[in-house]
């Protein structure tokens, strides 16, 4: 209802003038499908690369990995297993492969979680920063002259989870890694609090949130109003971007919204989620897109304003790591993505999203690495805009939806046809892409 009309009208018309406060942009009006002329602008963006260091293939299953647990590896290979977090050498076959991909994007987001899933005791503060060192300069050995901007996740700290509201050993060993990449103004805020922003093209701002601060199991901050101050400087950011006519876009480990996998559930504290959707739906004009991680899995949620029109598109990276507890039923292929924009009013066009099929990989001893889908192409859309995304989710809802059989395969990063989603599954997923904030949820979760 309120995006067919967005979509008709440019098409008839032949140029188009769009007036911003005092600017005047003059929108192109290229025939569907094809490339936009005023080109085409790309970023990487991986999540969760989760380096298991112990990680070797060995005749005993339950010795394969720490990350495992104790629990007997699955079938392991020298690419990794499903029990298990990455081997380096999976690790570095994902970088290598994007080295290979043309043309080469502009920058690299990257949304945390370098330390691998290992009981408490057999991490430190030591090796956590060991770790991350290790990622940063992996990254940095394959990509010399790309900037890169990466978020803090739960566990890149020890304790796990436990990220504080003010300075600390590792937000400092952070800002001396990461100098290379960040101005100084970042590492600033980088080391005080975990998160930090800066310009990455003219008119482009990044803001690179903490969100663990809001991470229901990280004890610090619990009855805090605003941990580390971090809500009153988005909103001081997002209002002088906002003054100074830039877009932003907004990168984060732990998602904002419900959970995919496991109804009502948030995966911030609700009382911290309610505030971040209002101030991201305040600020929904300038918000060009957000990228998080975390969950592993490949998803999407579309933020609506209190009117329920779609305003802002959000994306979360599915992981290089294949690691799946025990309890869990499907795991994910490892993944890393890029997203295609606009260079004129970096509107986001398109995901292409690249997988290595593990099992294979360990028959042929090879990592091949492999485009597993163009979202565009996928579900036929024109672009992966906000009212895109919402008819797509629209679509989900009717009984047996291909496009969403096809959502969930890519949910798993193409793990296993087999595994199916029934009513209930479907339900929790479709609500988690359309409603973001409690009152809405509730009502999308109640309709039988
Ligand atoms: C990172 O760790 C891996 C596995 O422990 C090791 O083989 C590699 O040399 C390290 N690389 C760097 C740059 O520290
Ligand atoms: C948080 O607030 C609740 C309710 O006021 C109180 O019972 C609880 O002890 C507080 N917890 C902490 C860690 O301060
Ligand atoms: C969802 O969770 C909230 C808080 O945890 C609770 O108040 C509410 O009743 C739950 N709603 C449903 C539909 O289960
Ligand atoms: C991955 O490889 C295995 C083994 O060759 C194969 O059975 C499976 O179908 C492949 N998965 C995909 C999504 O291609
Ligand atoms: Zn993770
Ligand atoms: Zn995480």
């Given at each position: 209802?309120?995006?067919?009309?967005?979509?008709?009208?440019?098409?008839?018309?032949?140029?188009?003038?769009?007036?911003?406060?005092?600017?005047?942009y003059?929108?192109?009006?290229?025939?569907?499908?094809?490339e936009?002329?005023s080109?085409i602008?790309?970023?990487?963006?991986?999540?969760?690369?989760?380096?298991?260091p112990?990680?070797?293939?060995?005749?005993?299953?339950?010795?394969?990995?720490?990350?495992?647990?104790?629990?007997?590896?699955?079938?392991?290979?020298?690419?990794?297993d499903?029990?298990?977090?990455?081997?380096?050498?999976?690790i570095?076959?994902?970088?290598?492969?994007?080295?290979?991909?043309?043309?080469?994007?502009?920058?690299?987001?990257?949304?945390?979680?370098?330390?691998?899933?290992?009981?408490?005791?057999?991490?430190?503060?030591?090796?956590?920063?060991?770790?991350?060192?290790?990622?940063?300069?992996?990254?940095?050995?394959?990509?010399?002259?790309?900037?890169?901007?990466?978020?803090?996740?739960?566990h890149?700290?020890?304790?796990?989870?436990?990220?504080p509201?003010?300075?600390?050993?590792?937000y400092?060993s952070?800002?001396?890694?990461?100098?290379?990449w960040?101005?100084?103004?970042?590492?600033?805020?980088?080391?005080?609090?975990?998160?930090?922003?800066?310009?990455?093209?003219?008119?482009?701002?990044?803001?690179?949130?903490?969100?663990?601060?809001?991470?229901?199991?990280?004890?610090?901050t619990?009855n805090?109003?605003?941990?580390?101050?971090?809500?009153?400087?988005?909103?001081d950011?997002l209002?002088?971007?906002?003054q100074?006519?830039e877009?932003v876009?907004?990168?984060?480990?732990?998602p904002?919204?419900?959970?995919?996998?496991?109804?009502?559930?948030?995966?911030i504290?609700?009382?911290?989620?309610?505030?971040?959707?209002?101030?991201?739906r305040?600020?929904?004009?300038?918000?060009?897109?957000?990228?998080?991680?975390?969950?592993?899995?490949?998803?999407?949620?579309?933020?609506?304003?209190?009117?329920?029109?779609?305003?802002?598109?959000?994306?979360?990276?599915?992981?290089?790591t294949p690691?799946?507890?025990?309890?869990?039923?499907?795991?994910?292929?490892p993944?890393f993505?890029?997203?295609h924009?606009?260079?004129?009013?970096?509107r986001?066009?398109?995901i292409?999203?690249?997988?290595l099929?593990?099992?294979?990989?360990?028959?042929?001893?090879?990592?091949d690495?492999?485009?597993?889908?163009?979202?565009?192409?996928?579900?036929?859309?024109?672009?992966?805009?906000?009212?895109?995304?919402?008819?797509?989710?629209?679509?989900?809802e009717?009984?047996?939806?291909?496009a969403?059989q096809?959502?969930?395969?890519?949910?798993?990063?193409?793990?296993?046809?087999?595994?199916?989603?029934?009513?209930?599954?479907k339900?929790?997923?479709?609500c988690?892409?359309?409603?973001?904030?409690?009152?809405?949820?509730?009502?999308?979760?109640?309709?039988p």
């Amino acid at each position: 209802m309120y995006c067919d009309s967005m979509v008709a009208l440019p098409r008839l018309l032949f140029g188009l003038l769009l007036f911003r406060g005092l600017r005047i942009y003059a929108v192109p009006l290229a025939p569907v499908n094809s490339e936009h002329l005023s080109g085409i602008g790309r970023f990487w963006h991986v999540s969760d690369l989760h380096l298991d260091p112990t990680y070797h293939v060995t005749a005993d299953p339950t010795k394969v990995c720490s990350s495992s647990k104790g629990f007997p590896a699955s079938n392991p290979g020298i690419f990794g297993d499903f029990m298990c977090d990455s081997p380096y050498q999976t690790i570095l076959s994902a970088f290598q492969h994007m080295k290979t991909v043309t043309p080469q994007p502009e920058f690299m987001i990257w949304t945390g979680d370098s330390p691998p899933h290992v009981p408490i005791g057999e991490l430190s503060t030591d090796l956590v920063i060991q770790v991350m060192r290790n990622m940063t300069q992996t990254i940095r050995q394959h990509f010399p002259d790309m900037p890169v901007y990466p978020a803090l996740g739960n566990h890149d700290y020890w304790p796990q989870d436990q990220l504080p509201t003010s300075t600390n050993e590792i937000y400092q060993s952070a800002a001396k890694l990461w100098a290379l990449w960040l101005k100084p103004e970042a590492l600033e805020t980088l080391r005080e609090g975990g998160f930090y922003s800066q310009l990455v093209q003219p008119k482009l701002r990044l803001v690179s949130l903490n969100t663990v601060l809001y991470y229901s199991p990280n004890k610090v901050t619990v009855n805090m109003s605003d941990p580390a101050g971090q809500f009153q400087w988005l909103r001081d950011t997002l209002e002088t971007s906002a003054q100074s006519m830039e877009k932003v876009i907004v990168i984060a480990h732990v998602p904002v919204g419900y959970l995919p996998y496991a109804r009502n559930t948030t995966a911030i504290r609700e009382v911290y989620n309610e505030r971040l959707v209002k101030i991201f739906r305040d600020y929904s004009d300038i918000i060009s897109g957000h990228y998080y991680g975390h969950t592993h899995r490949d998803s999407i949620m579309i933020l609506k304003d209190v009117l329920g029109k779609p305003v802002t598109s959000m994306f979360v990276s599915p992981a290089v790591t294949p690691i799946k507890s025990v309890t869990q039923q499907y795991s994910n292929n490892p993944a890393f993505r890029m997203y295609h924009f606009d260079t004129q009013d970096y509107r986001m066009l398109d995901i292409w999203q690249y997988y290595l099929n593990l099992t294979e990989a360990n028959q042929e001893k090879r990592a091949d690495w492999q485009l597993e889908y163009v979202m565009t192409e996928a579900f036929g859309l024109e672009d992966i805009q906000p009212c895109s995304l919402f008819k797509l989710a629209q679509s989900f809802e009717m009984e047996q939806s291909k496009a969403f059989q096809k959502y969930f395969q890519h949910y798993m990063v193409s793990y296993d046809d087999h595994v199916v989603c029934d009513e209930a599954c479907k339900l929790t997923q479709v609500c988690s892409l359309l409603s973001l904030d409690s009152v809405s949820y509730t009502k999308c979760i109640e309709v039988p």
